[in-house]
């Protein structure tokens, strides 16, 4: 089976974008493919965090890899410090990288924007990104948009490893829902729908209350019309909650648009809300199940345990290729 690997950031809580664009397709794969997620601590300390919330926001997420479906007997779920491997390749990933590879990725421009100080995590952030997926020889890598050009370097440096050391690693293919990859903001169809956007309006909590989400949805943003129709480049905004019905209600767009052909936003936008809420509920059950039943220790634990067999193979490979003298 071709392996997967991906993570999400414990840093804020996940949102509808995360579950539609990444964590239903993490169930999905699981049917078919050796399968590896990962809450991405490490990565999340690029930017300072309070201790006591990244700690509860990474117990959070875990336990939401569960209540959605991904199965700790088909998939490893485990949190990516917990396996050093990662953190060593990584260092030994960035001493391939060169400051101009770096300073062109878009996501750092974008995240260093108006600092006064930028902290060196946030720069050397895609080649730790690069060993995450290189430590498993990962085949497939589920990303969105913003993440291609990470994957990119990823392919980089692992080639540029195999050239000057012999064959190691396999070069990750991106893998990319044609549909729903990316939900954007309820304020603004410009953005992705993000968990650390300022404004909580902005994005659906999978967490959220029933009457939150609703609330929400219906302060969405709009447009002048009353037309439902998808049209992303004249109507992004309406086009966005469309997509979103479409996945919650496991229809087609042109279904969406037929079923309120006429009615306009407000009976969109109600039946929408109750089209999320029907698909959070459940969610949130089992989430309370799991976080309340104690089996979420023993799920990561076992996880870890199967990545590190398979990182510590890879990173010693490649230490040994790279000329380190082995322990004795």
Same mark, same amino acid.
């Given at each position: 089976?071709?392996?997967?690997?991906?993570?999400?950031?414990?840093?804020?809580?996940?949102?509808?974008?995360?579950?539609?664009?990444?964590?239903?397709?993490? /169930?999905?794969?699981?049917?078919?493919?050796?399968?590896?997620?990962?809450?991405?601590?490490?990565?999340?300390?690029?930017?300072?965090?309070?201790?006591?919330?990244?700690?509860?926001?990474?117990?959070?997420?875990?336990?939401?890899?569960?209540?959605?479906?991904?199965?700790?007997?088909?998939?490893?779920?485990?949190?990516?410090?917990?396996?050093?491997?990662?953190?060593?390749?990584?260092?030994?990933?960035?001493?391939?990288?060169?400051?101009?590879?770096?300073?062109?990725?878009?996501?750092?421009?974008?995240?260093?924007?108006?600092?006064?100080?930028?902290?060196?995590?946030?720069?050397?952030?895609?080649?730790?990104?690069?060993?995450?997926?290189?430590?498993?020889?990962?085949?497939?890598?589920?990303?969105?948009?913003?993440?291609?050009?990470?994957?990119?370097?990823?392919?980089?440096?692992?080639?540029?490893?195999?050239?000057?050391?012999?064959?190691?690693?396999?070069?990750?293919?991106?893998?990319?829902?044609?549909?729903?990859?990316?939900?954007?903001?309820?304020?603004?169809?410009?953005?992705?729908?993000?968990?650390?956007?300022?404004?909580?309006?902005?994005?659906?909590?999978?967490?959220?209350?029933?009457?939150?989400?609703?609330?929400?949805?219906?302060?969405?943003?709009?447009?002048?019309?009353? +037309?439902?129709?998808?049209?992303?480049?004249?109507?992004?905004?309406?086009?966005?909650?469309?997509?979103?019905?479409?996945?919650?209600?496991?229809?087609?767009?042109?279904? /969406?648009?037929?079923?309120?052909?006429?009615?306009?936003?407000?009976?969109?936008?109600?039946?929408?809300?109750?089209?999320? /809420?029907?698909?959070?509920?459940?969610?949130?059950?089992?989430?309370?199940?799991?976080?309340?039943?104690?089996?979420?220790?023993?799920?990561?634990? +076992?996880?870890?345990?199967?990545?590190?067999?398979?990182?510590?193979?890879?990173?010693?490979?490649?230490?040994?290729?790279?000329?380190?003298?082995?322990?004795?």
């Amino acid at each position: 089976m071709a392996r997967v690997l991906s993570g999400i950031q414990p840093s804020g809580q996940l949102t509808l974008g995360n579950y539609i664009g990444a964590i239903q397709n993490f /169930v999905k794969l699981q049917d078919e493919h050796e399968c590896f997620y990962m809450v991405v601590d490490l990565h999340a300390v690029t930017l300072p965090q309070d201790p006591a919330a990244l700690r509860e926001q990474t117990e959070s997420v875990a336990a939401l890899y569960l209540a959605a479906g991904v199965d700790p007997s088909r998939s490893s779920i485990f949190i990516q410090s917990h396996v050093p491997a990662h953190a060593e390749l990584g260092w030994l990933m960035t001493t391939l990288a060169y400051m101009g590879e770096l300073e062109r990725m878009t996501q750092f421009k974008e995240k260093a924007a108006g600092r006064e100080s930028v902290p060196a995590g946030l720069f050397v952030y895609p080649t730790l990104m690069a060993a995450d997926i290189l430590v498993y020889n990962a085949d497939l890598v589920p990303v969105g948009d913003d993440q291609k050009q990470h994957l990119e370097l990823t392919r980089d440096l692992a080639d540029r490893f195999n050239g000057r050391y012999g064959e190691t690693f396999k070069l990750p293919e991106p893998y990319m829902p044609k549909v729903g990859a990316r939900i954007m903001s309820l304020d603004d169809a410009s953005k992705k729908m993000s968990k650390s956007n300022p404004n909580p309006n902005s994005y659906i909590a999978l967490l959220d209350e029933p009457d939150v989400v609703r609330k929400k949805i219906s302060r969405a943003v709009t447009d002048s019309g009353r +037309e439902v129709k998808y049209d992303p480049a004249n109507k992004p905004e309406v086009s966005n909650l469309i997509s979103i019905f479409a996945h919650c209600a496991g229809l087609t767009v042109e279904e /969406v648009e037929r079923r309120f052909e006429g009615q306009g936003y407000g009976p969109f936008k109600k039946e929408l809300a109750e089209c999320v /809420v029907a698909v959070l509920e459940p969610l949130q059950a089992r989430y309370r199940e799991i976080r309340g039943s104690g089996e979420l220790g023993r799920v990561l634990k +076992e996880g870890a345990e199967r990545a590190a067999e398979i990182a510590n193979r890879t990173v010693a490979l490649a230490k040994e290729r790279m000329g380190f003298l082995p322990p004795r």
